[in-house]
């Protein structure tokens, strides 16, 4: 493994005048838009090549309007990390969840007792995010949604706006997971009512993941993620071999938070822990890994 491996997620807050820190995920914060700066400049002196933003928007409304505004929390964070460390490769979450009141990852419509999240509806709010984050300096965008379309219709929106060269890191097998739970509390996105099942996957379905992946790099992906990493290792295994397409895998806040609270137990060492997982990852196909750890391990493994 080398520091290139890994990406560092970062919270970017508009709520907050100083970092604050994330109960369920020991030394992990929200950041203001200066101090991620600096965090991102810190990371790429350690070695990473790379962070992941992640924005939580002073106010939500039901068109998740601070996703794609001119001057939103990610599209501020892109200008100053630009102007701090211009080499940091910046990839942006193009999701809607943390700027929806309703906590969902797109346009919702309630009928009676059921709730539908619309496709398309959704499609369209995503590219304009996905627009606005390319033009103000995102390297690469990430739509975590899992809405049918989003990667074809992103992928032609930057290349008709002469963005041609932002990539796409597509969530292509994201899992209906319980180990998302304090993620959650550190983008501020937990829904409202319902929850996520009908457009996130079946953990138990394996063949959704490969045409989900499929899909999506037929569209033009550019990189794969699994998502949650540890327990979908075989996902990650099939998609590497199957696919020979650049693959991530992201180690998710349920995982870290795990292991944060078996070594505040005493059961094992952290570095030892962190390491073996990390390596088992790299070993199952990850040629990228989003991992709370990045600053740690790029530090971990120059020792």
């Not at 063949?207 to 992906?221: F, P």
């Not at 870290?256 to 060492?269: H, I, N, P, R, T």
């Amino acid at each position: 493994m080398t520091a290139h491996d890994f990406i560092l997620p970062l919270f970017v807050s508009e709520k907050i005048e100083r970092r604050r820190p994330i109960a369920s995920m020991p030394g992990v914060f929200q950041f203001t838009v200066s101090e991620a700066a600096d965090e991102a400049k810190r990371a790429h002196d350690l070695g990473l090549q790379a962070v992941l933003l992640f924005g939580i928007p002073g106010k939500k409304d039901e068109q998740a309007t601070g996703a794609y505004a001119e001057n939103g929390v990610i599209q501020e964070a892109l200008r100053a990390i630009k102007r701090t460390c211009p080499a940091v490769v910046a990839i942006t979450d193009v999701c809607l969840c943390e700027y929806m009141s309703h906590g969902h990852c797109g346009v919702t419509r309630i009928d009676g007792d059921h709730f539908h999240v619309l496709n398309d509806e959704t499609v369209d709010l995503l590219v304009k995010t996905a627009l606005s984050h390319a033009r103000v300096g995102a390297d690469m965008v990430a739509p975590s949604d899992m809405m049918d379309g989003r990667i074809g219709a992103i992928r032609e929106a930057l290349d008709a706006n002469g963005c041609t060269q932002t990539g796409i890191m597509s969530y292509a097998a994201k899992f209906a997971s319980v180990f998302y739970g304090p993620f959650r509390e550190a983008a501020e996105s937990p829904p409202q009512f319902g929850d996520r099942r009908s457009y996130q996957m079946d953990y138990a379905n394996a063949d959704e993941a490969l045409r989900e992946v499929a899909l999506d790099i037929d569209e033009g992906a550019d990189v794969v993620m699994i998502k949650p990493a540890l327990p979908y290792i075989d996902i990650l295994w099939r998609v590497h071999e199957r696919f020979g397409k650049p693959t991530a895998a992201y180690h998710v806040s349920g995982e870290y938070a795990a292991v944060k609270a078996g070594v505040e137990k005493g059961l094992f060492d952290e570095r030892a822990a962190v390491l073996e997982i990390m390596t088992s990852l790299k070993r199952a196909g990850a040629d990228i890994i989003v991992t709370y750890w990045a600053r740690e391990l790029a530090q971990w493994i120059k020792t």
